[in-house]
């Protein structure tokens, strides 16, 4: 099972921030906390990952809580591409190759 | 650069058939995955490999599912008897040693079982 929650889905005005919760409360130490999304009909795809300190690239930024069991994705502009399920996922305690997906956020983005 | 390829992108088959499905990783990297993804079930990891070589196959839903890295640009996932249960969507992804769970995700084969 996947050790994170996040709402079943959000919406958000096209030209507005996305602000995605996630909440991650048994986090462990060194575990990291990854997001991915997948558009409709496509394979997913890396958006950002961080420890503790926040993180920013030409996709989202990532606001981690100082306790670090929440986390908020942000994309600062959305557009109607960003429509998509947007994955939270923390992998187990730094092992390789699990990537647990959950359910996600549905993410529409309207006009 | 190109990113992971996926061959073929559609299948239908009927019910009994061998499925074969293909992936070629993005060139250099180390780590190659296989996923299914269902409706009822979500997106599941089957089966790794690091360095061409098996590590973790315990998502392999049965022996009808069987998956080979013959050399470092090549995958191979077998469906041998397909049943219409194995109907999904099959996702390859690579990574390279040292980048986490930074993985890259092909365009999926789409299989229908009939």
């Known amino acids: 099972d996947a050790k994170t929650t996040q709402p079943t889905s959000m919406d958000c005005a096209e030209g507005r921030a996305a602000n995605l919760p996630c909440n991650h409360s048994?986090?462990?130490?060194?575990?990291?906390v990854y997001w991915y999304r997948q558009i409709h009909s496509q394979g997913p795809q890396y958006i950002i990952h961080g420890l503790k300190n926040n993180e920013t690239n030409e996709m989202a930024s990532l606001i981690i809580t100082e306790d670090r069991k929440s986390s908020t994705l942000i994309l600062p502009h959305a557009t109607l591409r960003d429509t998509a399920v947007y994955y939270c996922i923390n992998p187990y305690g730094g092992s390789q190759g699990n990537l647990i997906f959950g359910k996600g956020t549905k993410l529409s983005v309207k006009p | 650069d190109a990113g992971v390829i996926q061959s073929p992108r559609h299948e239908v088959t009927e019910m009994g058939q061998e499925v074969t499905l293909r992936c070629k990783p993005i060139s250099g990297h180390d780590y190659l995955f296989w996923y299914r993804q269902t409706m009822m079930r979500g997106l599941e990891l089957l089966i790794y490999f690091n360095n061409n070589v098996p590590i973790d196959d315990s998502g392999m839903p049965e022996d009808r599912f069987s998956a080979k890295m013959p050399n470092a640009s090549f995958s191979t996932l077998k469906i041998q008897p397909s049943e219409p249960r194995d109907s999904a969507v099959y996702f390859c992804?690579?990574?390279?040693?040292?980048?986490?769970?930074?993985?890259?995700f092909g365009p999926g084969t789409r299989l229908l079982v009939l």
């Open positions: 992804a690579s990574r390279l040693a040292g980048a986490g769970e930074t993985q890259y």
């Open positions: 048994t986090i462990s130490g060194n575990e990291y």
